[in-house]
């Protein structure tokens, strides 16, 4: 888990770490993205397209079969996202994701990341700029 989770805060080859059958979950809307390249493309359109972010690692719990982070999601709103054109709003937002981890890699990640809070940091920032 800790090379997977350098590989994502370098934007290196993280997916590399994923079973060729994973499944990433967006737990807010429970959209499944089957497949190492569909989860990598989600990852990397998340963090380096609709946003130019870096995942800060705050805690990381690993078990038996399960590894469980918690980070802050940080970046600047780059591109539209959620209907919004891009701002060039910094965010910043605390999100957690579960893996299920076997022999092949990782097999599952589930995604607890609210994008309403992104939308509401992004549009709070612009009331703001506006504002002033």
Same mark, same amino acid.
């Given at each position: 888990?800790?090379?997977?989770?350098?590989?994502?805060?370098?934007?290196?080859?993280?997916?590399?770490?994923?079973a060729p059958d994973i499944v990433l979950t967006t737990m807010?809307?429970? %959209?499944?993205?089957? #497949?190492?390249? /569909? !989860?990598?493309?989600?990852?990397?359109?998340? @963090? $380096?397209?609709? *946003?130019?972010?870096?995942?800060?690692?705050?805690?990381? %719990?690993?078990?038996? #079969?399960?590894? /469980? !982070?918690?980070?802050?999601?940080?970046?600047? @709103? $780059?591109?539209? *996202?959620?209907?919004?054109?891009?701002?060039?709003?910094?965010?910043?937002?605390?999100?957690?994701?579960?893996?299920?981890?076997t022999d092949d890699g990782i097999t599952g990640l589930r995604?607890?990341?609210?994008?309403?809070?992104?939308?509401?940091?992004?549009?709070?920032?612009?009331?703001?700029?506006?504002?002033?």
């Amino acid at each position: 888990m800790s090379a997977f989770l350098e590989a994502l805060q370098s934007r290196g080859e993280f997916a590399r770490h994923f079973a060729p059958d994973i499944v990433l979950t967006t737990m807010e809307d429970g %959209a499944a993205i089957t #497949g190492r390249e /569909a !989860a990598r493309d989600f990852i990397v359109a998340f @963090h $380096t397209r609709m *946003f130019d972010a870096h995942p800060e690692l705050v805690n990381l %719990a690993v078990g038996d #079969g399960v590894a /469980a !982070a918690e980070l802050v999601f940080a970046g600047t @709103h $780059t591109q539209e *996202f959620a209907g919004l054109q891009p701002t060039g709003v910094a965010v910043r937002l605390p999100y957690t994701v579960f893996y299920d981890v076997t022999d092949d890699g990782i097999t599952g990640l589930r995604l607890y990341l609210s994008v309403r809070g992104l939308v509401d940091q992004i549009q709070a920032q612009q009331t703001v700029s506006a504002a002033s």
